[in-house]
């Protein structure tokens, strides 16, 4: 197994009339064992910037981390949030640092830029930046999130996270309820919907995770 | 075959381990004890490479007791447990520590706690967790009884149809555990579960 594959992920983010929305799987694994059911692969940066970590979750951790920091110098010295444009570009820059050893993260960015315009990117473990202006996916689940997303995406729909958790509704792997925030220029706040239960799939009560063989 | 699992009741919680020193076939001792009392509230039960083992807890254990000394207060359980995790990350891509580490603590203000600590430095706090091969024997004990608010009395009883799920089922099923607990009044040593005593000293024979 891969050590992209060691703790599971999946990861997508998609870009709406306006807004923006990412979700993530919320399995913490150690190969086919399931650790928690809990466990937070989002992470907010500022009110309109959020990032999203598949991959390795210890390099997850400690990248979001030095992100964070990094991002609360930014604040001290220019007395404002960054940009998800130059944040990704910090992203990059930090994750070419490691080239020949490198962090084994795939980072999904998602946030509001100038006139609240929708940006999202993604990018490989070593900062291969990808902008996308629909959808964008990571992690473990990534090649059946790319065709789940393909499928069923339109463009300015008004709030993504439908599409997100019908997208959910049909994964079959490591999924245990999508952490959904839905961001709207006029309410950046989390908020997860209680009809959201219905899309979402019940979290199975297995241990060992033997979808895939 | 090392088994290091542990849970959080209603004001305390529990760390229980496996107590065999093994190397490769043969069985050191029985009586190792691999859950260290890190401070007044706080244990960590640890299970991998017993060099490792050994020398990375009482590290943890020194640089808690320094920080105590030098700032006149005791650290809580997310901080040493995001200390330990900080150690753990910087010597992995130097010369990783193969440790597996469960932090149980108790603060006044937030009650009991549990972190689950990877070798690799996964950190992430649970209710219930198990490290080992015995982990897929306690675990699924646990998600089958486990309440969250147990009573001791409770806890106990699980922890023991745990031990006795991994003696009978695992095959080199370590004979010997302990149970120890953390809560309001501390960390303290509650109990052993033997099957397998060291032999009385036969008395001296005279020549």
Same mark, same amino acid.
């Given at each position: 197994? =891969? ?20 979700? =993530? ?48 110098? *930014? ?12 944040? $990704? ?13 490198? *962090? ?39 090649? =059946? ?14 709030? =993504? ?35 959201? $239960? ?16 | ?12 919680? /529990?760390?229980? +381990? ?16 691999? #859950? ?22 009482? !590290? #943890? ?30 010597? /992995? ?21 549990? !972190? ?6 996964? /950190?992430?706090? #649970? ?42 089922? /695992? ?15 501390? +960390? ?12 009385? +000293?036969?008395?001296?024979?005279? +020549?």
């Amino acid at each position: 197994m =891969s050590i992209f594959e060691y703790n599971g992920s999946a990861l997508i983010a998609m870009v709406g009339k306006n807004c923006f929305a990412i979700a =993530s799987d919320r399995r913490l694994g150690v190969q086919l064992q399931t650790i928690a059911t809990d466990f937070q692969r989002i992470y907010k940066i500022h009110d309109k910037l959020y990032i999203g970590l598949s991959g390795l979750a210890t390099d997850a951790q400690t990248l979001y981390q030095r992100l964070f920091f990094r991002h609360k110098l *930014y604040q001290l010295r220019e007395e404002r949030d960054m940009k998800p444009e130059t944040f $990704a570009n910090l992203v990059s820059a930090i994750l070419y640092e490691k080239r020949f050893g490198p *962090y084994f993260c795939q980072p999904v960015i998602a946030g509001l830029g100038d006139d609240d315009k929708p940006f999202i990117c993604t990018m490989d473990s070593i900062g291969a930046k990808e902008l996308a202006k629909d959808f964008v996916v990571a992690g473990t689940a990534s090649e =059946s999130l790319y065709g789940a997303c393909e499928s069923m995406y339109k463009p300015d729909m008004v709030c =993504s996270i439908f599409s997100c958790t019908y997208i959910y509704k049909h994964k079959v792997l490591d999924i245990f309820g999508p952490f959904t925030k839905p961001l709207h220029p006029s309410n950046p706040t989390e908020k997860r919907k209680k009809f959201m $239960a219905s899309y979402i799939c019940k979290p199975t009560k297995c241990r060992l995770d033997l979808t895939n063989y | 075959m090392e088994c290091v699992f542990g849970l959080v009741g209603n004001g305390f919680a /529990l760390v229980v +381990a496996d107590t065999s020193a093994v190397h490769s076939i043969l069985v050191h001792k029985s009586n190792e004890d691999k #859950i260290m009392i890190l401070d007044s509230h706080k244990l960590l039960g640890a299970s991998g490479e017993s060099g490792d083992r050994v020398q990375f807890t009482e !590290y #943890i254990q020194k640089n808690v007791a320094l920080y105590q000394f030098r700032n006149g207060i005791p650290l809580t359980t997310a901080a040493a447990a995001n200390f330990t995790r900080g150690e753990l990350a910087t010597a /992995l891509r130097k010369s990783p520590y193969f440790v597996n580490i469960l932090l149980a603590g108790y603060d006044k203000e937030t009650g009991p706690s549990l !972190y689950y600590m990877d070798y690799i430095a996964t /950190l992430h706090k #649970i209710e219930k967790g198990a490290f080992g091969y015995g982990s897929y024997f306690s675990l699924s004990m646990m998600d089958r009884h486990y309440h969250s608010g147990m009573s001791v009395e409770e806890a106990i009883d699980l922890v023991d149809k745990c031990i006795v799920e991994i003696r009978s089922r /695992l095959v080199v099923a370590p004979p010997n555990f302990v149970i120890k607990i953390v809560d309001k009044d501390g +960390a303290r040593e509650y109990a052993w579960r033997e099957s397998i005593k060291d032999a009385a +000293a036969l008395p001296p024979t005279t +020549a």
